[in-house]
Structures are given as C-alpha cells and as structure tokens.
C-alpha cells in the first residue's frame, strides 16, 4: 500500500525530528546531573551521545532563524554563515524578549522551534559544490578531529572546573528556566547573574527546554562560527589568485587550513591563556568573540543590502547583551567606514555606520534597562556607574557596600603602559608575527624559485595586473593590533579573556603580510612564479603545521582532561583536573534537610554547593548574591543583636566554618561571630574532621572552649592575612567608612588564605 503524499511527508518529518526527541528527553530526565557527578556508566554514556545527535539540530535552528530572517526582511538568500549569525541574533533578541515578557515556556519554546524547522524543511539546501582534491581532503579531516577533540573535551563535560561557570552563569539559566522569565525571584536574587545573562536570548531560548550547560553546546557553534569566518576572510584578503593560475586553484585549502590554524592556535604570551579552544565554554566570551570576527568580514566585503541588515541587527543584538563590548563593535565599524570611504565605497561606509549604530542603539538599550531595574547601569566598571546608583532600588536585589568592598580587594591596576608588560611587550610580538611573515615570504619565494627552474609552466606566466586592493587585509591587521595593545596596556582580566579570540586572527594576519609581500614580488619578476609544485609544497606545509598545532595544544588538552574516559563512562569527581567536592555538598543536603546554611569561611571550598542542583534550592547562601547579602548592612556592618534578629528572620540557622582555612569573607566578620558572642550565641551542631557546623543554641549545651578558640583564631589570622596584603583591613576599612589610600602591600600574602600558613 502506498500512503498518500501528505501522510508520507508527514511521516518523514517525525522520523527527522524522532532523534532530536528522544535526545532531550534523555538530557531532561531527574538526577542527571547526580549521576553525572557521582556515578557515571551509562548514565553518561548516554548524556553524551544525546549531545551528539542533538548539537546539529541546534545548529539547524540558529541557521534556519537567519534564513527566515532574510526572507522575511529582505527576501533573498544568504550565505549560510551570515545566516547562522542573523539567525543567532534574532534568536538573542526573541529570547530576550520572551523572557521580558515571561513567556519563556517550554511548550512555547519548543513550538516556536519546530515551526521554523518544518519551514526551513520547504527549502531544499544545495550546499555549494567544491572540486574535491587530495588537500581539500585531507584539511577536512583534520577540521574534523579538530572539531571532534573540542566538542567532546570542551562543550559535552560539564565545567565543574571553572568557579564562575558553576556559580554565575549556570544557575541564572536554570532560574530562568524555572521562573520562565529574566526576572529575579525575591528569595534569589543573583542580580549579577541577571546583569551577565539576561541579554543573551539564545542561551535563555534553549535553556527553556534543555539543562544550562546548554550554553557549552552554544558556545562550540560559536567555535565553528568562527572558523567559517575565518575561512571567508582567508578567501578575500589573501591575494592568491594574482599569483598565477595554480595558486588561486590551492585558495580552498589554505583558506581551510588557515581556519583550522586559527582555531587550534596557541598562546602567544604567557599573561594569556592558550588559544579559543581553552575558552571557558560555559561563559559567553565565545559568542562576543564570534560576533566581532564576524564583523569584520561585514565590513571587508563588497557591501549589499544583506550586509547593512546582518550588521544592524547583530550589532544590537551583541550591544544589548553585553553593552561594555560595545567599544570593540566601535573599533571595527571605525575601520570599516575608514577603509570605504578611501575606497569611495558608498554601500560600505553605510554598513559600517549601520554597525556603529546598531552598536549604540543596542548599548543604550541595555544601560536604560538595566538602570530601571536594578537601580545601576552595570556592575562592571563599578567606579564609573557608582556615582550614579540607586541605592533605594540596588537594595532590593544587593548591596552596594559589598560592591564597594570587591573593589576596594578585587579591582586591578592598570600596567606600567612602558613596562614589560605593556607597550614594551606589544611591539615585541608585534616584531615576532613581521618576522613570521617575512621568514614565511622568504621561504615562500625560495621554493617558488626552484620549482621554476625545475618544473616550469609556460602556460601559468601572464602580465603583471594591477595590484588588488589591500584593505581587508589592512583591517584585519589594524583590528589585531589594537586588541593586543588593549590587552597589553590594560591588564584588565575580563577583557584579556575576552581578547582571546584575536589569537586565532595571527595566522591569517601572518600569511596575508607575506602574501602581500610575495604579491609585490610577482609585480617585478612574474615569471619566478610559473612553477608547477610550489602551491602544493604551501598546501603541504599548511597541513604539517595545523596536524602539530592541533596535536600539540587542543589534542593534547583532550588526552589531559580524560575526554575519552568520561565519554566511556566515568563520573566528573574522578575526572583529572578536577578538584571540588561535592561529596561535602551532598552530606551537607542528607544531615539537614532542608535548613539553610551560611558559610563564614571556604568560599572557594564551597563554590560547587552555591547554587547546586545537587541540593535545595537556596541551600547554601551565596555570599553576595543571596537574600541575605541584601541584608548586608544589618548582618555584616550592624550589632550582634541585629545581624542575630535578620538571620532568624530570614531561616539562616546553620553557619558553616572550614578548619584550617582563613578565608573569611563578609559575613564572617560581623560582629556576630567574635569571640565573646560565639560563646553567648551558638554551639557546634555537627563537627568532622574538615569543618564545624554552627548553630544557634537556643537553650542547647553552649559551645566547646576548644572550637571557640579555633575559630576565633581563624578569623584573626584572616584579618591579619588581609592587613599584610593590602595595608589595610577591607572590612573595616567599609563598616567605618574609611579612606582609600590606594596602595597595596604584597598581595602573595592572599595565597595563605586557604591554609593558614
């Protein structure tokens, strides 16, 4: 029996999506993560086939939304990486709004999702049609195993390495998945997670209906994202088909393997940590990343009506989610406009003025909403926005004194702009990636030299043409240059992260100077490049470098984090670089239930315990984002009496002290916790080898003389730990409102910290 056409399409669309299904009910299902974390098999084995099948679907529905975007605004088609971005930042908006209006449910998600899969389904995709050669090849598999090694060490295992991801990023996405909006919840209010996050609708779009690590996922299409812009940067700046006939039909592969170079490239400095593949993938630094590289290639283009929507609306849509990066989307739409207007480039200056708009229009946006809801513009640069700060609407979601205390401890120095670690060190790698090029060039020409006088090509020699022009590549250079001197002189560590992404530009920005400087050669002797053999030794030469950049860095990062052996099964506290404890977490949970429990010291100890989906939620109080941060200023700055009123209004009844750790923070300077009222006001609850738990005594036999003096001790020989490394006590220095003096000791003292040494 044959069953009608309908039924039949129909049919095939559940089996497409049937995997896609099956995937996310298996990432859904209770007490993953417990089983991740402690158990393992197949419990795992699982997890990471159902990202597997699942990361394609998400890539279809971020390039899909682009598709629909074009269609719907300027009805032509694309190429597929500006859909993907178009599609990313529509995606970003619409979460975005969805969760302003709190809607963000998974039926409505989910909805919206498939409808515009089964729309994309009406279209037939032709993938563009390329020669396969033996280099094109054996570059794609090496694109491959690239790509494999990082989305099996970097996006499929939780990051339970990085303190940030586990306790800032995370957690807001499973708010926002159970609130079904951006909103806080007045019991949790993590405003800095709300101020990070809430811009990002695409991560807020699929954390609906999927766990928030989610966002690694995300983050690996951003690395793929980046290597395709890459790759179409290559093909426009690098002036290969001026150098005869063989070496434009070699532009694929090195374009390809340029990518691949680009995206396994190493460190080049020791204040920076290796490459994009080491980004923390839990984080959006991948995305901002992905977006700037993007632009550059909007506005190094030949301009079309395509490129004004793709600039406008990604650069809104970057601005709003992040409005600092604001002034990198300004250094690119500067470049852009300059290098058009010399060209007498119309269309071109538009789009990089649209960029430049959409960029401020996307800043303001974000600023304005922030200041309306949390009372602050942003939390970072604190000291610009302070002045301006409601204090009355800051406080009912944090404390500002805590703000000002992190910066008084936590805000770093701008570098010596001469010393080594600034313009000094600038110019040195400045003069290292010119003296690449020109070793490149020299070789380059040496073996073009030789392949003429062996093998030449008559029919491959043609007149000198007019040079191309070289500002795309001139861009790129100039965009380069500029982060690296920010990073250098800055010495700011969310920008130095960020900065990352310029890595992967040093390949491509090395073979264009020797490029260009090859191209210069060709114009006076043309016929040193009639050789038959030199694009293939190039070609070659490319696929040795990327075969040992990706062995020697992200490969050998794959061996070291025990890839292999969680995707085989083993559970993430046994994993190599792990450190954390959560089997403290999880006693914790099982010897009180549901009370809540405030740590005074061991922040860093505690970091898998804020937030974790391993115990109740709002168990172990955050140190700064909490209800009872918000308390600050009648915990930690007021009395006894009133920081012991507050706790008890608000349920804290459980205190967590860590032996021999003195990393006391905040609330475990209050005055509740001296000496003397340790002895009036608490006795020890529970007490293992590692740590006390505190509670108040209430008539309970009051507490031992031994742990008293332990503790005390403790805390003493905290403030004396912060009194050497910064001169002066940063608490004190807030409860009473005493003056900055803006210099510090030996901050090396900080490391005694965790051990009391």
């Not at 602050?376 to 805590?402: C, H, K, M, W």
């Not at 696929?543 to 984090?561: N, V």
């Not at 995707?567 to 959560?582: C, F, H, I, N, Y």
């Amino acid at each position: 029996m044959h069953l009608p056409t309908s039924l039949e399409a129909w049919l095939w669309r559940v089996l497409i999506f049937a995997p896609a299904a099956v995937s996310i009910w298996c990432l859904n299902r209770p007490d993953t993560y417990r089983a991740l974390v402690f158990e393992g098999g197949w419990a795992t084995r699982f997890y990471v086939i159902a990202w597997i099948i699942l990361t394609p679907y998400l890539g279809w529905l971020v390039t899909a939304t682009g598709r629909l975007t074009f269609s719907l605004i300027k009805h032509e088609s694309a190429r597929l990486v500006d859909e993907f971005f178009v599609g990313a930042a529509t995606l970003i908006l619409t979460g975005f709004g969805f969760g302003v209006l709190s809607l963000l449910y998974p039926q409505i998600v989910l909805g919206l999702s498939i409808a515009i899969l089964l729309w994309d389904m009406r279209s037939v995709w032709r993938p563009q049609k390329l020669a396969l050669t033996v280099p094109l090849i054996a570059t794609s598999l090496l694109g491959l195993w690239l790509l494999a090694a990082v989305f099996l060490d970097r996006a499929v295992i939780p990051d339970v390495i990085s303190t940030d991801v586990q306790q800032l990023y995370a957690p807001y996405l499973a708010e926002v998945a159970r609130n079904h909006s951006i909103w806080l919840a007045d019991d949790n209010p993590i405003f800095s997670d709300f101020e990070i996050g809430h811009g990002n609708g695409l991560h807020l779009w699929l954390a609906t209906f999927l766990p928030p690590h989610v966002a690694q996922i995300i983050s690996f299409l951003y690395f793929v994202g980046i290597g395709a812009v890459i790759f179409e940067l290559a093909r426009l700046i690098l002036p290969l088909q001026f150098l005869g006939r063989r070496w434009q039909a070699a532009t694929v592969p090195i374009a390809l393997g340029l990518a691949i170079l680009g995206l396994a490239w190493p460190r080049t400095m020791p204040s920076v940590t290796p490459g994009l593949h080491i980004m923390e993938f839990g984080k959006y630094h991948l995305q901002t990343a992905a977006f700037f590289v993007y632009f550059l290639l909007v506005v190094i283009r030949s301009s079309q009506d395509r490129d004004r929507l793709a600039a406008g609306i990604c650069a809104f849509a970057v601005a709003a989610s992040y409005p600092l990066y604001v002034a990198l989307v300004f250094l690119i739409s500067a470049l852009g406009v300059l290098a058009k207007a010399l060209q007498r480039d119309l269309s071109g200056v538009m789009t990089g003025a649209l960029l430049g708009v959409g960029a401020i229009a996307g800043c303001t946006l974000a600023f304005s909403f922030n200041y309306l809801y949390l009372g602050i513009p942003a939390t970072n640069p604190y000291s610009l926005f302070r002045s301006i700060a409601s204090v009355e609407r800051f406080s009912q979601f944090g404390s500002l004194d805590i703000l000002d205390y992190f910066v008084l401890t936590q805000s770093l120095e701008v570098s010596d702009f001469l010393g080594k670690a600034g313009l000094f060190a600038f110019f040195k790698q400045i003069k290292s990636i010119l003296l690449v090029a020109i070793l490149l060039a020299t070789t380059t020409l040496a073996v073009a030299f030789i392949d003429w006088k062996l093998f030449p090509d008559r029919s491959d020699i043609s007149k000198s043409r007019t040079l191309p022009n070289p500002a795309g590549a001139l861009i790129v250079i100039a965009y380069l240059a500029s982060v690296r001197l920010l990073d250098m002189t800055l010495n700011i560590p969310s920008l130095t992260r960020l900065s990352i992404h310029a890595n992967a530009l040093i390949p491509l920005a090395t073979v264009a100077i020797a490029c260009w400087a090859l191209l210069i050669v060709r114009r006076l002797t043309p016929i040193w490049f009639a050789g038959r053999h030199a694009p293939d030794v190039a070609v070659l030469a490319l696929l040795i470098a990327c075969a040992w950049t990706t062995a020697s860095y992200p490969w050998r990062s794959f061996r070291d984090d025990g890839a292999i052996a969680f995707a085989t099964g083993r559970p993430l506290r046994q994993m190599p670089r792990v450190e954390v404890d959560w089997q403290r977490c999880d006693v914790l949970q099982q010897s009180t239930g549901s009370d809540r429990i405030l740590p005074l010291n061991g922040y860093r100890a505690m970091v898998p315990c804020y937030f974790s989906p391993l115990l109740t939620r709002g168990k172990v109080i955050h140190t700064y984002q909490s209800d009872v941060a918000r308390n600050f200023e009648k915990i930690a700055l007021g009395t006894a009496d009133t920081a012991e009123s507050a706790l008890r209004a608000l349920k804290v009844n459980l205190f967590y002290v860590q032996k021999e750790n003195c990393d006391f923070w905040l609330n475990g300077f209050s005055d509740l916790f001296q000496k003397d009222e340790l002895a009036k006001r608490f006795t020890v609850r529970i007490e293992t080898p590692d740590y006390w738990l505190l509670t108040w005594q209430n008539g309970d036999q009051p507490m031992r003389p031994d742990a008293e003096t332990e503790i005390s001790t403790l805390r003493a020989r905290s403030k004396d730990i912060y009194r050497e490394a910064y001169g002066v006590e940063p608490f004190e220095a807030i409860k009473h409102r005493l003056p900055s003096n803006n210099t510090r000791r030996d901050l090396k003292h900080l490391e005694q910290l965790s051990k009391c040494r």
